[in-house]
């Protein structure tokens, strides 16, 4: 289990230093609720983060509060269902956490679904990563 609010502190150091944009963190006890809340309801339930551009231009990463082992499981399967292999680096909490996050705002700075690019882009920003 990680409770996400002990890396804040990281999380926010993290997306200060991203260049383009002005993301703000939250964290939330439920991503679908929440998203629910400001009309975006959702399909898939537990789901670990979102980034989401609001209609006043903030630039909000929402992330589930305690992501248990099983969510953590099936973030890093995807990496496995879409061939990218197993990512040891990401069983430590910290870096799935910055992964996840950066993730999510690639979404937005490369604006596309697909998932490849976003993991890369993601992987890219990792701080500390010898490109
Ligand atoms: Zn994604």
Not at 24 to 52: C, F, G, H, K, Y
Not at 85 to 98: H, M, V
């Amino acid at each position: 289990m990680i409770d996400v609010e002990q890396h804040r502190d990281h999380l926010e150091r993290l997306l200060a230093d991203l260049e383009g944009g002005n993301w703000v963190l939250w964290i939330v006890t439920s991503v679908e609720d929440w998203a629910a809340s400001i009309n975006r309801p959702q399909r898939r339930i537990l789901i670990p983060a979102m980034a989401v551009r609001a209609s006043d231009g903030r630039q909000i990463v929402v992330v589930r509060r305690l992501l248990s082992d099983n969510i953590q499981k099936d973030v890093l399967d995807g990496f496995l269902a879409r061939g990218q292999g197993d990512q040891p680096e990401l069983k430590d909490p910290r870096r799935f956490l910055e992964h996840l996050v950066l993730h999510e705002v690639a979404h937005h700075v490369l604006d596309t679904q697909d998932e490849e690019p976003c993991d890369a882009w993601a992987f890219s920003r990792m701080p500390g990563r010898v490109p």
